[in-house]
């Protein structure tokens, strides 16, 4: 009889198991197209409002809305994790932010290199065709790669060393086929300067690799949520946003105003990228590492085809053949490794959210035990996710 009592049981778990199998399929194929549609929109709209005629929103004032709108996510976040309890959600803020203040004050060397990143990666865009952009950009993963072995002493597996190479290849042969001038978009304004824009992206790439090690670094040590460590993040950009804001368009801010040549167009951006990381948190759980190198290798194809008809950019065989190395190094790195025993630097960062965990308990409701590990490894991967979006912006 007991065995009789179980056999339904089985069958609804088999025909569950295998609904859920066909949801995660679905929900996989969802994530590669949320992740494309982040990862070329954000370049292509930004290379959109920079390139129009007209008068032109300051860049750095663009930086610190995103860094507003940022914190403000964070904070709400913050208070719904603290379920509504503003005294308690005052104390927290307090005892994280000024009674361990050596501690925010760590996130200062980061935070100033993110702000340095987000300013020059707008310069360069501003001043290179996005699909060049987007080829070029690619380099953190090299320069990512390299920090993590020097700094945290990871290693890599023959295949992402072998794919670093073939990245680096294929952005020289990009670099050298635009220099010899066979390869230009056109230009729609008389101030892009494509030398400009190539040294922004190369030191973009640098800073972007350094900073998310040493932001690595520090979240190793530390027991303090992911969603704090981006609010102490984001005071310390405000600051250094405002900062570089004055001393850039100080005087012209002054005249014109902080939200001069702000359109629905500028505002559909700095929504994007405030945002748009958050999207991609929620639906990381479904995507892997080999689905997140895929989808970055299609942006790439992407945006050079939209680049075409938007902005008239010609693709030829020299291009073809260094974005092709670049789409193959991306997906090759992002292969798990033989050894599964060796951490890989494609998947750091994900253990930074175990000290965050009991505090995600604050967003499960009292359901069955199967519900509620099931929301909670939710919430557990859209935090890693949210932090590894701050540690990088486009592409």
């Keep these: ?26 929900l996989k194929y969802i994530s ?56 308690n959600f005052a104390m927290l803020l307090y005892n ?9 004050l760590k996130l200062a060397v980061p935070s100033l290199i993110y702000t340095l990143q987000n300013n020059l990666q707008y310069v360069a ?33 023959k295949i992402q060393w072998i794919s670093l190479v073939l990245l680096f290849a294929g952005v020289a042969i990009v670099q050298v086929e635009q220099e010899s001038g066979k390869q230009k978009e056109t230009l729609t304004s008389p101030n892009q300067n494509y030398f400009k824009g190539l040294v922004s992206v190369v030191i973009s790439c640098l800073s972007s690799g350094f900073a998310g090690v040493y932001f690595e670094k520090i979240l190793k040590g530390s027991s303090a949520s992911v969603w704090i460590r981006n609010v102490q993040l984001g005071i310390f950009g405000i600051l250094l946003g405002l900062l570089g804001l004055w001393w850039s368009d100080g005087a012209a801010i002054a005249e014109k ?30 995507a892997d590492n080999i689905l997140k190198g895929f989808a970055t290798s299609f942006s790439i194809i992407v945006s050079t085809i939209t680049s075409v008809y938007l902005f008239g950019f010609h693709v030829d065989l020299m291009f073809t053949l260094g974005a092709g190395l670049v789409i193959g ?47 909670g490894h939710m919430l557990t991967s859209t935090t890693t996710g949210y932090q590894k979006w701050f540690c990088t912006m486009p592409g």
């Design 257 to 286: 105003g902080f939200l001069f040549g702000y359109t629905s167009l500028v505002w559909g951006v700095i929504f994007n990228q405030a945002f748009g990381g958050l999207l991609v948190a929620v639906v990381v759980k479904y």
């Design 329 to 375: 190094a991306v997906y090759m790195y992002s292969l798990p490794k033989p050894n599964t025993g060796v951490s890989s630097i494609s998947t750091t960062s994900s253990e930074h959210s175990k000290g965050g965990d009991s505090e995600l308990e604050a967003f499960l409701p009292k359901h069955s035990n199967k519900k509620k590990a099931f929301l």
């Design 1 to 26: 009889m007991a065995a009789g009592r179980e056999s339904p049981n089985r069958s609804e778990d088999k025909t569950s198991s295998h609904r859920q199998n066909e949801v995660n399929r679905k």
């Design 32 to 87: 590669l197209a949320i992740l494309v549609i982040q990862n070329a929109s954000l370049i292509l709209s930004i290379r959109y409002v920079r390139t129009l005629p007209g008068d032109h929103f300051f860049t750095t004032s663009a930086v610190v809305m995103a860094e507003v709108l940022k914190v403000l996510t964070c904070l709400v976040i913050i208070l719904i994790q603290q379920r509504g309890n503003v005294k």
């Design 96 to 104: 994280s932010i000024f009674v361990q203040y050596l501690d925010t």
């Design 125 to 157: 865009i501003s001043n290179l065709p996005a699909a060049t952009f987007q080829v070029t950009y690619q380099l953190k993963i090299l320069t990512t790669a390299l920090f993590s072995v020097l700094m945290l002493r990871k290693s890599l597996s």
